[in-house]
């Protein structure tokens, strides 16, 4: 069955950069892109950007461009999301998440990942 | 702010059925489909709606999701109590290039 199993928690200070990891299994990775969605507490859902597994290609939001990236280990079948500077309004659950293609929708998601930072 | 708008609470009593709106604009929802994503306490969102109006395997028929213009709407019938949960909208926006999301609503079952 398909599974994307993400990182523990992270405890980060203002300034500090996290990585997350998400490992897929129970498909092909490379035929899939993955998709990285972050939740604050009682908020809404928010799209953070775009990898295409196979080739590395990416696509950042705005709001995240230069202090996101995203990578992946296709010896591993695992993504990567990489958030620099880090202020308390990045608390939030990360979350990745499985699509054909960009524009698809999202089908299989990871467990989500608690960053928290905090001084 | 989300850039899609839903309300943020609705309930119901166990057989009802509710309705959930989200409304959007040119550059996403009418120009493009929309996505369902339901999210019970404490875990991720799970894909209820594509397309917006099909329904992966293994989610009932009593879900349905429909889109005319820039607004789409959700419909459960026959209400369950595990049917509480946050329930989110999703387009891409071909502005900003990149998905939307509403800011959910959270339903309630009396």
């Known amino acids: 069955q398909v599974q994307l199993v993400q990182s523990g928690a992270e405890v980060k200070k203002p300034g500090a950069s996290v990585k997350v990891s998400c490992k897929a299994s129970g498909y092909t990775f490379t035929s899939y892109d993955i998709n990285w969605v972050r939740q604050a507490t009682g908020q809404g859902l928010e799209w953070m950007g775009w990898?295409?597994?196979?080739?590395?290609?990416?696509g950042y939001a705005q709001k995240f461009q230069g202090r996101v990236t995203m990578t992946r280990d296709t010896s591993i079948s695992t993504a990567y999301m990489e958030l620099s500077s880090l202020r308390s309004e990045d608390t939030a659950v990360y979350y990745c998440?499985?699509?054909?293609?960009?524009?698809?929708?999202?089908?299989?998601w990871g467990q989500g990942t608690l960053v928290t930072v905090s001084s | 702010q989300s850039v899609l708008t839903q309300p943020p609470s609705a309930s119901g009593t166990p057989g009802q059925r509710v309705t959930f709106s989200c409304s959007g604009s040119?550059?996403?929802?009418?120009?493009?489909?929309v996505n369902w994503y339901q999210q019970l306490p404490g875990t991720a969102p799970k894909l209820l709606i594509y397309?917006?109006?099909q329904r992966p395997s293994g989610v009932p028929d009593r879900f349905s999701g429909s889109k005319s213009g820039t607004s789409a709407s959700l419909a459960i019938s026959g209400l369950q109590s595990e049917d509480e949960a946050d329930y989110s909208c999703a387009a891409w926006d071909d502005s900003l290039k990149g998905w939307v999301f509403g800011g959910g609503t959270k339903l309630t079952v009396l």
């Open positions: 990898m295409n597994s196979n080739n590395g290609n990416t």
């Open positions: 397309f917006n109006n």
């Open positions: 998440a499985r699509s054909e293609q960009l524009v698809r929708d999202f089908d299989y």
């Open positions: 040119s550059s996403n929802i009418g120009s493009n489909t």
